[in-house]
């Protein structure tokens, strides 16, 4: 294996990076429910803002029901409010209306507990804001780079996304504690 190749060069920047990149093969490559929470709740603070994460992980059944719940509809009109303040081309309307579907759609698939398959349209939920935001650049080789360039903590997220895409089917309880990630990060924006 390689040495990995960083997209920022500020050390402070580039020990954020450095640690996502380390925690994310752990997150994935262990079935230990407390070290999942664990890694992941690192994550989300590296990639959602510190600290606020672990009360979607630790705690009774009833009260992070809850707290998912309120996390989903913060997600849910964060997303619809970046959507609507995103200037298109009238040619691009679609892609608008497409991103809300893909949100719709979404939402149901977290609603319904149906995690595994919620993780692919997070992913092409997440692809969609982002050529809304950067247009063709989103469908770039290079993109992450560039936005690790314009925002760290907004290209560990869109360098998190690829990782999502590329893993495959996750197991119920690591796809629900990575969408937890996802929606959290998105959520913090």
Do not use: H
Not at 30 to 55: C, H, M
Not at 123 to 139: H, I, K, M, Q, T
Request: glycine share 10%; net charge negative; charged share 25%.
């Amino acid at each position: 294996m390689g040495a990995p190749v960083y997209a920022v060069d500020d050390p402070a920047d580039l020990d954020v990076e450095k640690a996502a990149f380390e925690l994310f093969p752990l997150l994935v490559g262990t079935d230990n429910s407390v070290l999942r929470r664990e890694y992941g709740s690192a994550l989300a603070d590296i990639i959602g803002g510190p600290g606020a994460f672990r009360k979607y992980v630790v705690g009774n059944a009833g009260d992070l029901a809850l707290c998912r719940a309120r996390l989903l509809e913060r997600f849910r009109d964060n997303v619809r409010l970046l959507v609507a303040k995103t200037w298109v081309d009238g040619k691009d309307e679609a892609g608008k209306s497409e991103a809300l579907g893909l949100l719709d759609s979404f939402v149901g698939m977290v609603d319904a507990g149906d995690y595994p398959n919620a993780v692919p349209a997070f992913a092409r939920l997440a692809g969609a804001v982002a050529s809304l935001l950067f247009g063709d650049e989103a469908d770039d080789p290079s993109f992450i780079d560039y936005v690790f360039r314009i925002d760290p903590r907004l290209g560990i997220f869109y360098w998190y996304v690829d990782r999502l895409r590329e893993q495959g089917r996750a197991d119920p309880e690591l796809a629900a504690l990575e969408l937890l990630i996802g929606v959290y990060a998105l959520a913090s924006f």
